[in-house]
């Protein structure tokens, strides 16, 4: 399951056109995209809010038209460590999940 985010001031007269465009991705990837989440520029800390929604809902993956609709069109660490991260433009993920490879062993012999 996932959720789509925008911001509206962002998105401005083509709110709808983002909004299909996400629910486009995600059928296409096999997410169901369960809501939108729209917060303006006016709403307080709106990647906290976002966070508490992911976890609220148990979603998997937020969907988000692009990267311009987060600050300094960066995709925030802390949301991506609670979903994988998905932009439609340009089609990209930012996953959660270990890439496979195993971490440093901190000092230890191999």
């Known amino acids: 399951m996932a959720i789509g985010y925008l911001r509206t ?3 401005g007269h083509s709110q709808q056109w983002d909004e299909t465009r996400m ?3 995600a059928a296409r ?3 169901n995209l369960r809501k939108t989440v729209a917060f303006s ?3 307080h800390e709106p990647i906290q809010r ?3 929604v992911v976890r609220n809902l148990g979603a998997e993956a937020v969907i988000v038209p692009g990267p311009q609709h987060f600050d300094r ?3 925030p660490p802390e949301l ?8 439609v433009d340009p089609e990209t993920t930012y996953a ?5 490879e195993l971490p440093e062993m901190n000092g230890a012999q191999r």
């Not at 991506?80 to 932009?87: F, K, N, P």
């Not at 959660?96 to 496979?100: D, P, Q």
């Open 41 to 43: 520029e006016h709403t």
């Open 9 to 11: 001031d962002v998105s």
């Open 80 to 87: 991506v460590q609670v979903a994988d991260v998905i932009t």
């Open 50 to 52: 976002l966070v508490n």
């Open 96 to 100: 959660r999940r270990a890439t496979g």
């Open 23 to 25: 629910r486009s991705l």
């Open 73 to 75: 069109h960066e995709v």
């Open 29 to 31: 990837l096999g997410y």
